[in-house]
């Protein structure tokens, strides 16, 4: 065990005194607002937790480029060894370019392009998970074309219930991922049939910000098994076991678990998954390593008192951070400024949005402390899905970021 675990005990707990204070933040205070704001400290933390998990269970880490593709948080990452986890071409050379090596990088997704294809050929990268089987027929015809082998997982759809928001469940049979069972002969005639594919192994992903960890991931560790044994019995060797991503993090308390509870996800995966010596079990988080590391920091423009319920209106909106909008997701609203000056009274809210969308909410009846024209306010556990899938909409310029190292 590291000595910062040692010393704090139950992982997630520990690091709240270094969690970004209200008067770090407000320290920011002179800034064009909105901006984001990551905690690089925590990062860190959180990379050596996963860093020292994983050499503990033999499980290897790609994070999941996706969540969040900053600059200074790809190199800290790759900085401590992980691997990486693409989605398309752009990502894979940006990981690439930003320290992850080949080797260690994995490329999924169900619409790849051709030149895509040929890129990760290319680069060589560790694998290319293969979502259907014209995919793998495809891959095998350009890598012929290039006088390459492929690298190829290939991604299973297991049909299990992630139990989270149906836009971010991925692992049940309509859902439009993976190959289904129905299709396993066919896909093992396939694979015997293409030369120019190095099959390497099977993919999972099941969803996204499962808290049910230990229920649901073992559950998919246990459906992985019978279907890694399915392949086996066919004659087809899986050197390889890609668990995907998913792990949940504390929107709620995000003080209280800055660093998510990599422990309970990796012992459940240890302790479920059978392993053949020498077969590699991966993971692919993404969320859980950056979201409590970021905030969205927006300033009160107005406070406007309708006729049932009070508005604070941000400068920041839906096309900064989509989340609330897009799922109806929690993220906990704090006022930086009423802390820093330790304002006492509190008052209900409705904190919205300037955008022309009803559904540009942050949050509905929330009590914060009493608020001003002018208060920074934080839109927490902001680091995942948030900057990545900030948008021009209504012309709005992009927010930028800040780093606390
Ligand atoms: N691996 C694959 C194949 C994935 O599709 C994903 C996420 C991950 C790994 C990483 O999952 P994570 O550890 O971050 O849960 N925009 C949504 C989340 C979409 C996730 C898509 N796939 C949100 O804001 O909640």
């Given at each position: 065990m590291s000595v910062l675990a040692a010393a704090c005990g139950a992982p997630g707990r520990c690091y709240r005194q270094n969690m970004m204070n209200a008067n770090e933040i407000v320290g920011f205070g002179n800034r064009k607002t909105p901006f984001y704001l990551y905690d690089m400290r925590l990062l860190s933390r959180t990379l050596?937790?996963?860093?020292?998990?994983?050499s503990d269970y033999g499980i290897e880490v790609h994070y999941a480029v996706k969540a969040n593709a900053n600059v200074p948080v790809l190199r800290r990452i790759s900085s401590k060894g992980l691997g990486a986890d693409c989605v398309s071409g752009n990502e894979i050379l940006f990981a690439l370019e930003n320290g992850f090596p080949a080797g260690k990088t994995v490329f999924s997704g169900v619409g790849k392009t051709d030149r895509e294809i040929e890129l990760a050929i290319s680069k060589g990268v560790f694998s290319i998970n293969c979502e259907s089987l014209p995919e793998i027929r495809v891959v095998n015809e350009i890598a012929s074309g290039m006088g390459k082998k492929a690298n190829v997982s290939v991604r299973i759809n297991p049909d299990i219930d992630a139990h989270?928001?149906?836009?971010?469940?991925?692992?049940?049979?309509?859902?439009?991922?993976?190959?289904?069972?129905?299709?396993?002969?066919?896909?093992?005639?396939?694979?015997?049939?293409?030369?120019?594919?190095?099959?390497?192994?099977?993919?999972?992903?099941?969803?996204?910000?499962?808290?049910?960890?230990?229920?649901?991931f073992a559950l998919e560790c246990r459906r992985a098994a019978e279907i890694v044994s399915w392949f086996e019995s066919k004659g087809l060797e899986i050197r390889n076991i890609n668990l995907g991503g998913g792990l949940g993090i504390d929107y709620e308390e995000p003080q209280k678990h800055p660093v998510p509870d990599f422990a309970a996800w990796m012992r459940t995966i240890a302790r479920t998954l059978p392993r053949k010596e020498g077969v590699r079990v991966h993971i692919e988080p993404g969320r859980s390593v950056v979201a409590q590391c970021g905030i969205l920091c927006t300033r009160v423009l107005y406070v406007k008192e309708g006729q049932k319920k009070t508005f604070l209106i941000t400068d920041a909106g839906m096309n900064d951070l989509i989340r609330p909008a897009l799922y109806g997701a929690y993220h906990k609203i704090r006022n930086i400024t009423a802390e820093a000056e330790n304002r006492s009274g509190e008052k209900v809210y409705d904190v919205v949005g300037p955008v022309c969308e009803s559904s540009d909410v942050w949050g509905e009846d929330r009590t914060l402390p009493a608020s001003r024209r002018g208060d920074l306010l934080a839109i927490c556990s902001a680091g995942a899905y948030g900057q990545v899938m900030a948008s021009r909409y209504n012309l709005r310029d992009l927010a930028e970021a800040e780093y606390i190292d």
């Open positions: 050596d937790e996963i860093v020292r998990l994983s989270t928001h149906k836009y971010i469940t991925t692992g049940l049979e309509e859902n439009k991922f993976g190959i289904s069972r129905y299709e396993f002969e066919e896909l093992v005639k396939t694979l015997g049939e293409c030369e120019s594919i190095d099959f390497n192994g099977l993919h999972f992903h099941i969803g996204s910000q499962i808290t049910d960890v230990a229920d649901v």
